[in-house]
């Protein structure tokens, strides 16, 4: 019987698609540990703390191209809708990607300013260049993933890992520092474009239209306020740690979170990304709804809670020998930092369950209190050092476990 149960849960649609995502985030991470040791080895922690801070712009601007709203509402639009929709989204895509070059270069100076760090200026401005390239294939990259044909998803992933890290390496390695990291963003970006346009057929009209757009932006703009909030959690570590301490402390903050929750989080991604379609499939049927969340959350216990107890009472080995003992110090931030990833996988599928039901407001309110909470922790904690920061993380992420458990068990309730 239990083997029954065990062969159920690992040959269905749900598994298959995190089975296609994990061997991506595996090939990413197996190409990006290569890089991490490569970095560590050639990179201080003050250079670490200036691509800490290029990566933090980025994610704050990546949010404001609606990316992820957008993509959202094309996988849950119904037929109909769906071409229209579709149109719209290409339009809209070319309108927020151009205004964020534009807004991303102008933010550059006082960004270095803040951070006393003027080499950071022009680094900034090329990373942009990426958005240019987003609404060639964002359109299609969403239309794959509602057909819950992940395993493209998982191609352009591992294809773009693989060429990113690459070039990383062989820029580092000619002493081109944080350029390395920016180039290799900007030039692996067209994987995507080549990939989903010989995997979909959908292609845009010539004629501008922007018909649906009050339903896009109505969707997109709760999505885009819970991603904005969920990218200040994740960076505002970043930017305390970078301007209370120092940049050498950032760096090895950011090291920590590099090396240690770079695995766990990578898998988080995998399951977190294979599930919004899988439940957005059976939104109209209570009981396949039901029988989907649940069995998505054990199948997430079952594979995050031993790889990050493995990861993070390994850490004390794995540290000096393969990054070298130079990051020493980092191995108590690292290890708390993994264990991090547990809660954090059950909130963000939670979240996944609340927008595919259209309680998307309800994930939007809840983050706007987490996030007050966190920031005002978390700025009392600095005073302790980047060990007390990494602590408050943690701790934080088990508090947004009882939301996870209310809100589960609200949303059935109000569905019966």
Known sequence: MISLKLKQRFTGQFTRNIGWLGIAELVNRIFRLGTTVTLARLFDPHDYGLVAIIYTVHSFADVFSLR????????????????????????????FC??????????????????EERQLIFPICVLSLMYLMFPIFMVQS?????????KIIAICTATQS????????????????VWAVVWAMVLSTPVWIFITYRNHSWRPSKAFTIEQWRDITSFGSSMLGIELLDKIRLNLDYLIVGRFLSIEAL?????????????SQNVVN???????????EVRDNLKKLRERCFSSFKTIAMIIVPLVLLQSSLAPLYVPIVFGSKWNSAIPILMIICLSAIPLAFTLATYQLLNSV?????????????????????LLAVRGGVLSVAITVLVCQILTLLFSTWATQNTFKALD
């Open 358 to 378: 259209g309680k998307i407001k309800l994930t939007l309110q809840w983050n706007i209190i987490y996030t007050i909470v966190f920031a005002s922790t978390l």
């Open 98 to 115: 151009i205004a964020l070059v534009i807004v991303q270069c102008l933010l550059a100076y006082p960004v270095a300013l803040f951070y």
């Open 270 to 280: 995998a399951i977190i990304s294979a599930l919004f379609p899988y439940l957005c």
């Open 68 to 95: 992820a709203g957008i993509g959202a509402k094309i996988i849950q639009a119904e037929e109909p809708q769906l071409e229209s929709i579709c149109q719209t989204a290409y339009w809209l895509n070319w309108l």
């Open 251 to 263: 760096g090895i903050y950011f090291f920590a979170f590099s090396a240690g929750l770079g695995i």
């Open 142 to 150: 969403a239309l794959v993933q509602r057909e819950n044909r992940l």
């Open 162 to 177: 693989i060429i990113s890290n690459l070039i990383i390496v062989c820029l580092a390695l000619l002493g081109c520092g």
